[in-house]
């Protein structure tokens, strides 16, 4: 048996229409490796789209090409990211599901009594596989699903099990990454084959005694500057199973890290301290005098402090131009590390904007107290998240406007309830 773990593909998040077709290239390049390779399934882990309502350029390809993998009988098991949903709930992974291209995993009911989430197994009708999940939800929202979740119920379910998710698990953050907010692994089911993570852009592979082997895989592609300049590319996990025990553990499981390489990558980093504006273009240039750099996604990060002058005084368009004529395909810069003398530096915080976000509202909470300050928080980030939308295309501005209103009654309705 063999099949393919994949999350975090965010199409449509990168600004410039040359990395979004990057980026698409890179989720189509992955599902051809995964057919070439004639894996039984695939999971995806979340954050298909970078929001719930993506472009249709990017919908039409995307659903061509899960339409071949349903025509070559390959199913495609997927659970919501925390960028599928739209703030009425409902997410592209439920359409997808709809048309017949996708299984959503993510499927369960509350007990009325117990009050407990009892998650639902979709069993893989050629392997046998019992696979299950819970969805993704911005701000570790997802987290109250996990405290109800009934896990007697999965534990003691025979025979090989997956088990799909798509938060911050504490044991598997990278050191860079430490001070987000995180849950146990202790949240999620024992007794488990194999946990398919998304949501950590970092690749990361650990095995925990009663549970079983835990996966990020990575994103497809790399979502930013940062990404792009750590990573230089996407990945996916590829898992073969030998065959089964008598206590239905897997036998000579590997799992192995694929690369997905769409474009080559050429970092150039220099420290500009003691150097003028003039110096540092000449040294960026300097630095790509003798490489072939032709159809490489070049990243330039300049770090230190100017000798004389400001960041605006070095030439970008003529060393952008130089670049693009020695056959780059694109190139980006970052000069946030870079300050002049002249000037005291503007300290910005690095953190995702979700994250700066979170550390204002909370900076603000509890002034008036209709709400514990759990409550409060949650509310808005639902309000802002629900005011956070963009027009349809071919929407009209009325539809616009009156679905924003619906979508804001609908967040304001449940504030209300949690107040009572």
Request: hydrophobic letters at 35%; a negative charge.
């Given at each position: ?8 593909a ?124 819970m ?81 990020y ?7 930013n ?33 694929i ?51 400001r ?30 003398e ?14 700066i ?18 409550k ?13 939308t ?19 009654d ?11």
């Amino acid at each position: 048996m063999k099949y393919a773990h994949l999350a975090d593909a965010h199409l449509g998040s990168w600004r410039d229409l040359k990395m979004r077709e990057v980026a698409t290239q890179s989720f189509l390049k992955t599902i051809d490796d995964c057919i070439e390779k004639k894996v039984d399934f695939i999971l995806f882990t979340g954050d298909l789209f970078n929001t719930s309502l993506p472009a249709l350029d990017i919908l039409k390809v995307i659903t061509k090409k899960l339409k071949e993998l349903n025509q070559k009988d390959i199913p495609f098991y997927a659970i919501a990211g925390s960028h599928d949903f739209s703030p009425s709930g409902k997410t592209m992974i439920d359409v997808l599901e709809n048309a017949g291209l996708l299984i959503n995993v993510c499927k369960g009911s509350v007990d009325e009594e117990t009050k407990k989430l009892n998650l639902k197994f979709t069993i893989d009708e050629r392997t046998g596989i019992k696979i299950t999940g819970m969805l993704g939800k911005k701000g570790m929202l997802d987290r109250v699903y996990y405290e109800s979740l009934n896990l007697e119920h999965l534990e003691k379910e025979e025979g090989y099990k997956i088990f799909l998710f798509h938060t911050t698990l504490t044991e598997l953050k990278p050191k860079h990454l430490a001070q987000i907010e995180s849950q146990p692994s202790s949240f999620l089911p024992r007794n488990f084959n194999y946990y398919a993570g998304g949501h950590i852009h970092h690749p990361t592979k650990v095995e925990q005694e009663n549970f079983g082997i835990f996966t990020y895989p990575g994103a497809l592609f790399p979502n930013n500057f940062a990404e792009l300049e750590k990573y230089g590319r996407g990945n996916y996990y590829l898992v073969e199973v030998g065959g089964f025990n008598e206590n239905n553990h897997s036998l000579n499981q590997t799992v192995e890290l694929i690369p997905i390489k769409v474009k080559e990558h050429y970092p150039i980093n220099i420290d500009c301290s003691h150097k003028t504006p003039e110096v540092i273009a000449f040294d960026i240039l300097d630095e790509v005098n003798d490489k072939d750099i032709a159809d490489f996604l070049v990243t330039i990060r300049l770090t230190g402090t100017l000798d004389k002058g400001r960041t605006s005084d070095i030439d970008f368009k003529q060393v952008f131009n130089q670049l693009y004529k020695k056959g780059a395909y694109f190139v980006m810069k970052n000069t946030s590390q870079l300050q002049s003398e002249e000037f005291e530096e503007i300290k910005l915080n690095t953190s995702s904007p979700e994250e700066i976000e979170e550390e204002i509202i909370k900076e603000h909470l509890q002034q008036i107290k209709l709400f514990d300050q759990e409550k409060e928080l949650s509310l808005t980030k639902n309000i802002l998240h629900s005011l956070n939308t963009e027009k349809k295309e071919g929407e009209t501005i009325s539809d616009f406007q009156r679905r924003i209103k619906e979508e804001m009654d609908h967040v304001l309705e449940l504030g209300e309830e949690m107040r009572d």
